[in-house]
């Protein structure tokens, strides 16, 4: 049974539709989330997947970048503990 290709959003936001893309959303979540979260340079990326694996390129990276990378931004801002919270 093949899984679903979309990550829904837990503010009730708009789901994420990875539909008609060769890797698996979670592959697709973890680069994109990569590349904002830590202060990597897409070919790091790019690298960091190649030793787990996953072979692309940096420029695949790039544009789920920019197709994912505000609505995954949100999701990770939406999920983490506000500034100042104890």
């Known amino acids: 049974m093949k899984k679903a290709s979309v990550s829904v959003l837990p503010s009730g936001e708009a ?10 959303p979670d592959i697709i979540s973890y680069a994109v989330w990569l590349y904002y979260r830590f202060p990597l340079s897409l070919r790091m990326v790019e690298e960091m997947l190649a030793a787990r694996g996953i072979e ?8 789920w970048a920019t197709k994912f990378g505000l609505a995954i931004a949100r999701r990770i801002r939406s999920t ?3 500034r100042g919270d104890k």
């Open 56 to 63: 692309l390129t940096y420029e695949t990276v790039r544009c």
């Open 15 to 24: 789901p994420i539709s990875f539909k008609g893309y060769r890797f698996p």
């Open 80 to 82: 983490a503990p506000g």
